[in-house]
T-cell receptor, first 109, second 117 residues
């Protein structure tokens, strides 16, 4: 079956760095997405990885290892506004997104 | 970037009535749109794939006669929740992939919060 695993909740301190891990199992693979979702709002796109390695975009970076079925989202210089849920989603061979349950990130001052 | 809108943003209805939710791609054409449902503190659950000019594809466990989907044009898909019940209360979100981009990124509408009394 298809499955995405990510931690339910994480806590970090303002100004620090946090890494949110995601493991996936899908029928075929066409890339790994990370989305940010604030409470009561729709998800917004953060990153996409289809090749192994690290993609950096400002304070956010995303890493992929296809052989390990593993990805992480790295958030640097955390700000209070980064408090949100972070959704990991893998695209299968039919180009459908398989979603994780999301990781709620709590930022403390 | 591509913009997807939804209408209404929130709706409260009585049990047994029907509610229509619209999803529009404002600055691009979308031959495919996805409808999701999200319960509190849970992730997105794909309900169906809406295809312009053809029947929608429903995920297992989603009643096609209860959740009617019509994709009448390249910029509009509608989801009608028929004979709504309190258990249908949820956050409904649509998304549309931007064809032509190398990775088919999905753009999400702002969501519709449905409360059935």
């Amino acid at each position: 079956g298809q499955n995405i695993d990510q931690p339910t909740e994480m806590t970090a301190t303002e100004g620090a760095i946090v890494q949110i891990n995601c493991t996936y199992q899908t029928s075929g693979f066409n890339g790994l997405f990370w989305y940010q979702q604030h409470a009561g709002e729709a998800p917004t796109f953060l990153s996409y990885n289809v090749l192994d390695g690290l993609e950096e975009k400002g304070r956010f970076s995303s890493f992929l290892s296809r052989s390990k079925g593993y990805s992480y989202l790295l958030l640097k210089e955390l700000q209070m506004k980064d408090s949100a849920s972070y959704l990991c989603a893998a695209m299968d061979s039919n180009y459908q997104l398989i979603w994780g349950a999301g990781t709620k990130l709590i930022i403390k001052p | 970037g591509a913009v997807v809108s939804q209408h209404p943003s929130w709706v409260i209805c009585k049990s047994g009535t029907s509610v229509k939710i619209e999803c529009r791609s404002l600055d691009f054409q979308a031959t495919t749109m996805f409808w999701y449902r999200q319960f509190p503190k849970q992730s997105l659950m794909l309900m169906a794939t809406s295809n312009e000019g053809s029947k929608a594809t429903y995920e297992q466990g989603v009643e096609k006669d209860k959740f009617l989907i019509n994709h009448a044009s390249l910029t509009l898909s509608t989801l009608t929740v028929t004979s709504a019940h309190p258990e249908d209360s949820s956050f409904y979100i649509c998304s549309a992939p931007l064809a032509g981009v190398s990775y088919n990124e999905q753009f999400f509408g702002p969501g519709t919060r449905l409360t059935v009394l």
